[in-house]
């Protein structure tokens, strides 16, 4: 049990679930590490969400609400993360949910599912039992895709994704919007839409603006789609990291 007046006690608490989940056996081995990366960053920020981040997730929640077939795609480190959070989200956009494994593995994708079901989203695909198909013909694990879903997607979130991953889902000419604490990662620069945020405040946070610019006017959507330029955004939030003592 952490006590509440620990200094660190949100972060000991991430910390604290991401054990819990692999402990539950439904993270990549490497899930720690990445989550350690992602503290990094997140520590040099200040732990906050940044104006550049906000900026990128009114960009992102616009351009999911326009999609015809938007689709959030999860992974071990997502879900052990922001489960509930990730499923409020995608019924405030009419999102789709697809379990996505860079590391891939029946065991993983059953547990996932059954975590995803218990938590009252039933419809969640790239289950074991989904038809899958191969984007851009790519025949490895990591190109897999649901044809109901990312497959069919226009538009996809992919929340602490591998650069090889973004890479074959923007090749296969989808909108490509990323949370990444890592504003250097490849997976960043390759997106369409990167918020450099820690997820646990990024998608309630979206949540949020969701209400919001579903009562907006649609060229006020486009507009804020059209006028956004990641690569200047994401220059911004690489200043956002500041070392001082
Ligand atoms: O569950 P799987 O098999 O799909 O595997 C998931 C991981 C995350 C292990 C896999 O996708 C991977 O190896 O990813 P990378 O290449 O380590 O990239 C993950 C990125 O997410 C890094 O740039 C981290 O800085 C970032 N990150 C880590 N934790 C968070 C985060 N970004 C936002 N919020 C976090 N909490």
């Known amino acids: 049990m952490i006590p509440k007046s620990h200094p660190r006690y949100e972060s000991l608490l991430l910390r604290d679930k991401m054990v819990k989940a692999a402990k539950e ?41 326009l999609s015809q077939n938007p689709v959030i795609s999860v992974n071990g480190n997502a879900t052990a993360l922001a489960c509930d959070e990730i499923i409020e989200f995608a019924r405030s956009v009419n999102a789709k949910i697809e379990i996505n494994l860079f590391y891939r593995t029946d065991e993983r994708v059953k547990i996932i599912t059954q975590i995803y079901r218990d938590h009252g989203y039933k419809e969640i695909l790239g289950t074991l039992d989904d038809d899958m198909e191969y984007l851009n013909e790519i025949k490895n694990n ?16 992919v929340p602490l994704e591998d650069g090889d991953r973004a890479e074959i889902l923007k090749k296969s000419g989808k909108n ?20 450099m945020d ?4 990024a998608i309630p946070f979206m949540t949020k603006i969701a209400e919001d610019l579903k009562t907006q006017d649609k060229k006020i959507l486009i507009d804020l789609v059209n006028e956004f330029d990641n690569e200047e955004n994401l220059k911004e939030s690489l200043q956002q990291i500041r070392v001082k003592e």
């Open 142 to 157: 990591r190109a897999t895709a649901s044809k109901q879903g990312i497959y069919a997607a226009d538009t996809v979130l």
């Open 198 to 201: 820690n997820i646990v405040r």
């Open 25 to 65: 056996g439904y993270l990549a081995d490497s899930a720690l590490i990445a989550h350690g990366r992602g503290e990094a960053y997140d520590y040099l920020i200040g732990e906050r969400t940044t104006h550049p981040a906000k900026r990128a997730m009114y960009v992102a929640v616009a351009a999911m609400i």
């Open 176 to 195: 490509i919007i990323t949370i990444d604490l890592n504003p250097l990662s490849r997976t960043s620069k390759m997106s369409d839409v990167s918020i």
